[in-house]
């Protein structure tokens, strides 16, 4: 028959098992939520030097320094006969 000692000890011992389990989770998840962080902080800096690009771009054509580009298809495109 299991005494009161040994039921205590297998409840402390399924405590420390979640408790590892929860732990190991939370750092798998801080690790995943510092490579999206970076991720997210790479992506923004390309976005402001696109839209950075894409206002100088715009100024251009404003400014007429940039003359229309041509719509044809390139050389090497398949056209038909």
């Given at each position: 028959?299991?005494?009161p000692h040994d039921d205590t000890n297998r409840r402390l011992a399924a405590l420390?098992?979640?408790?590892g389990f929860t732990e190991r989770?939370?750092?798998?998840?801080d690790a995943l939520v510092a490579e999206l962080s970076a991720q997210v902080f790479d992506l923004t800096n390309k976005l402001e030097c696109l839209?950075?690009?894409?206002?100088?771009?715009?100024?251009?054509v404003q400014a007429g320094d940039?003359?229309?580009?041509p719509n044809d298809p390139?050389?090497?495109?398949?056209?038909?006969l």
């Open positions: 028959m299991a005494t420390e098992e979640t408790a989770k939370a750092d798998q998840l839209d950075k690009r894409l206002a100088e771009l715009k100024a251009d940039i003359c229309e580009v390139p050389p090497h495109s398949h056209r038909p």
